[in-house]
Each structure stands twice: as C-alpha cells, then as structure tokens.
C-alpha cells in the first residue's frame, strides 16, 4: 500500500495527458491516460491483464449483458465491447470523462454511467468484471453490496487480482455464502483471474 500511494504522490506532480497503444493479439487500442488525477486514471497492470484474458476467452462475455466496476480508464468495457452490444463502463468522478474519450477514441459502444458502490441496482447482469479493485478495505462492504444489487444466481463475476494477503483476508470471506469459485487463472507470481458464478439466494 505504501508503494501504491508514493507512485500517486509522484503522479500528481505531474498530471500530463499521455496516450498509449495497448496491443492485444490483432487489435490496437489507443488509451488516454491522466496520471495522478485519480487513482483509475491510468490503466493499471489488472485492467490491461484482464483485458488480454477476457480477449483470449471471449466465450465468456460473448452476447452478455456486462457491467464493469470501478472501469477507470475504460480498457476492459472496450474489449468486451467487442464480444457484446450490452456493456456498462462504470466509476465515479473525473474518470468518466476519461473513459468516454477512450470509447470515443476507440468508435466503441460501451456506455458510461456514474456508479458508486452500494445496494443500488443499475440493473441485472450476465457478467459482472473488474480489475484491481480490491485493495482499499473500506471499499470492501460496498463493493460486495454492489456486487449483489446488480447480479442473480447464475451471474459471472471475473475478477483480475493482485496478490495483497491484507485484501485477500478481509475481502474474500464476504464472498463465500453467495459465489463459488469456478476457475482460477494464474497470470504472473502477483496475478490471478477469478472467475466466479453466483450461487446464494436471490436478494
């Protein structure tokens, strides 16, 4: 965490646009990038390694309804947007517009909402993703509430995760009465996807 909040510190020194060309497989997508204006203001390692997973494993997204949470920069609703017409790219605050201008960019068809975790329902999904978003212990009960609001039994949830033993002890535990993990992908020694399917009770 330490490491985490001083390359923030460093980043708001310095909140230069950048663009970068992701490449994954045959597709090239250009990705605006604002370091240091909010945390999901860049792409981290979890959205370009979950975007290179869900492209490779499209049979899992494909012709789904999709909501992405805390989707930062974009990249992941991009690349399911390739697979479905049904795609929420959803966060809060100044990353909307950095999101849209990357759908924008990439003539993509994922919709941008402004979502806050909670028990609010945007909707019933198929697939619900997300990429590095389980690290601030504070975010945990929410994200798990939202997580319910928005699934039903038989809803997917992929999660791209690094390893954090603080994030795995507190967050995961919350999960087990309603998910089950149904595969789990080992991406680098700090990196895994999990792939889960609810199974609990309809709220």
């Known amino acids: 965490m330490n490491e985490l909040l001083s390359q923030l510190h460093k980043e708001r020194m310095d909140r230069t646009e950048k ?8 597709h ?3 990705i605006l990038e604002k370091p240091g204006a909010a945390v999901g203001s860049k792409l981290w390692i979890g959205g370009e390694e979950l975007s290179i997973f869900l492209h490779r494993n499209p ?21 399911c947007s390739l697979f479905s017409d049904r795609v929420i790219c959803s966060d809060k605050g100044e990353v909307l517009e950095i999101a849209r201008e990357n759908i924008r960019r990439n003539r993509n068809s994922a919709q941008v909402l402004e979502y806050g975790w909670s028990e609010n329902s945007v909707g019933i999904f198929d697939v619900i993703v997300g990429s590095d978003i389980v690290y ?13 609001a928005n699934s039903r039994v038989g809803t997917i949830f992929i999660l791209s995760y690094r390893d954090r033993l603080y994030s795995m002890l507190d967050f995961f535990p919350l999960l087990k009465n309603d998910f089950v993990v149904r595969e789990e992908r080992k991406i680098t020694n700090e990196s895994y996807v999990y792939i889960y399917e609810r199974v609990g009770r309809e709220t």
């Open 19 to 26: 663009f970068r060309n992701i490449v994954i497989d045959n």
């Open 136 to 148: 601030y212990d504070h975010d945990f009960v929410p994200l798990y509430q939202a997580l319910m």
């Open 28 to 30: 090239i997508f250009e």
């Open 59 to 79: 049979e899992l997204i494909q012709g789904k309804s999709i909501l992405e949470l805390g989707a930062g920069v974009g990249l992941v609703s991009i690349v």
